[in-house]
T-cell receptor
Framework: GQNIDQPTEMTATEGAIVQINCTYQTSGFNGLFWYQQHAGEAPTFLSYNVLDGLEEKGRFSSFLSRSKGYSYLLLKELQMKDSASYLCAAMDSNYQLIWGAGTKLIIKP | GAVVSQHPSWVICKSGTSVKIECRSLDFQATTMFWYRQFPKQSLMLMATSNEGSKATYEQGVEKDKFLINHASLTLSTLTVTSAHPEDSSFYIC????????????FGPGTRLTVL
């Protein structure tokens, strides 16, 4: 079957770095997405990886290892506004997104 | 980036009534749109995939006669919740994808439905 695993909740300190891991199993693979979702709002796109390696975009970076079925989202210089849920989603061979349950990130001062 | 709008943002209705939610792609043509439902503190649950000009594909466990989806044009899809009940209260989110082969989904702002 198809499955996405990510931690339920993480806590980090303002100004620090946090890494949110995601492992996936899908029928075929057309890329890995990370979305940010604040409470009561729709998800917003953060990153897309389809090749192995690290993609850096400002304070956020995303890494993919296709052979390991593994990705992580790295957030640097954490700000209070980064408190949100982070959703990992893998796209299967039918271009359907398989969603993880999301990781709630709590930032403490 | 591409913009997707949803209307209404929130709606409160009485049990037994029907509610229509619109999803529009504002600056691109969306051959495929997706409807999601999200209960509090849970992840997105895909309800159905709609392709312009054809019938929607519903996920297992989603009643197609209760959740009517129409994708009549390349910029508009509608979800009608028929005979709504309190258990249908949820956050409904649509997303749209550009022409076939594109990967990124652009999300609308969501519609919060409360059924009394």
């Amino acid at each position: 079957g198809q499955n996405i695993d990510q931690p339920t909740e993480m806590t980090a300190t303002e100004g620090a770095i946090v890494q949110i891991n995601c492992t996936y199993q899908t029928s075929g693979f057309n890329g890995l997405f990370w979305y940010q979702q604040h409470a009561g709002e729709a998800p917003t796109f953060l990153s897309y990886n389809v090749l192995d390696g690290l993609e850096e975009k400002g304070r956020f970076s995303s890494f993919l290892s296709r052979s390991k079925g593994y990705s992580y989202l790295l957030l640097k210089e954490l700000q209070m506004k980064d408190s949100a849920s982070y959703l990992c989603a893998a796209m299967d061979s039918n271009y359907q997104l398989i969603w993880g349950a999301g990781t709630k990130l709590i930032i403490k001062p | 980036g591409a913009v997707v709008s949803q209307h209404p943002s929130w709606v409160i209705c009485k049990s037994g009534t029907s509610v229509k939610i619109e999803c529009r792609s504002l600056d691109f043509q969306a051959t495929t749109m997706f409807w999601y439902r999200q209960f509090p503190k849970q992840s997105l649950m895909l309800m159905a995939t709609s392709n312009e000009g054809s019938k929607a594909t519903y996920e297992q466990g989603v009643e197609k006669d209760k959740f009517l989806i129409n994708h009549a044009s390349l910029t508009l899809s509608t979800l009608t919740v028929t005979s709504a009940h309190p258990e249908d209260s949820s956050f409904y989110i649509c997303s749209a994808r550009e022409p076939r082969g594109a990967r990124e989904q652009f999300f609308g702002p969501g519609t919060r439905l409360t059924v009394l």
